[in-house]
């Protein structure tokens, strides 16, 4: 489910609609030892090939093979579960240091050192100066108010704000409104 387009591959390849899977490395083609076994003996199944272009000759229809291909299946196991863990590990350091862990939410920005600050970089829009921190009081003034996901994206978009400073063309959606307003950080979490 989480990968649509393999779920594809895998099903065009037992519909017959070619001879060989081609990747750059098997760690690209599954990170689970049991999906990539399962998958190897589908394709095995359906008489598709699978070429790597980074680990050459591999047959896994061979024992030797077999026993390679279950070695780097488990090895890219391994690598997935152990990045995982750090990536975790990380973010518990940042938290318990009072950082934010992951992307800073809309209006604000990492300070001098480290932590989250009011993001008051000023910049143009409609012919006046404001700065995304004032995007964020307008959000939150206006649901205050009384007005809804939708009218507070409205708002957003009509003051000339971006959801990303870097994408000029993108708008605010109700839903991008709503997760701003129930952002628990806002609060100090």
Not at 41 to 52: F, H, I, K, N
Not at 80 to 104: D, I
Not at 156 to 169: F, S, W
Request: hydrophobic content about 40%.
């Amino acid at each position: 489910a989480k990968r649509p387009g393999f779920a594809q591959l895998m099903a065009d390849a037992e519909a017959g609609r070619f001879d060989v899977v081609v990747v750059h490395k098997m760690d690209r083609f599954a990170r689970k030892l049991r999906i990539c076994l399962e998958c190897l003996e589908r394709l095995g199944r359906a008489r598709v090939g699978l070429v790597s272009v980074s680990e050459p000759n591999l047959d896994y229809s061979t024992p030797q093979g077999f026993l390679f291909l279950s070695m780097l299946g488990t090895l890219a196991e391994w690598y997935s579960r152990n990045l995982a863990a750090e990536t975790k590990k990380g973010w518990a350091e940042r938290k318990r240091k009072g950082l934010y862990a992951g992307r800073l939410p809309f209006g604000v920005m990492k300070g001098e050192d480290g932590v989250p600050v009011p993001d008051t970089r000023p910049f143009e829009v409609n012919g006046r100066t404001t700065c995304n921190h004032e995007g964020l009081l307008l959000a939150f003034q206006r649901a205050a108010e009384g007005a809804t996901d939708s009218e507070v994206a409205e708002a957003l978009d009509a003051a000339g704000y971006r959801p990303n400073p870097h994408a000029r063309r993108a708008r605010f959606t109700r839903d991008a409104a709503r997760t701003i307003l129930a952002n628990r950080f806002y609060v100090g979490e």
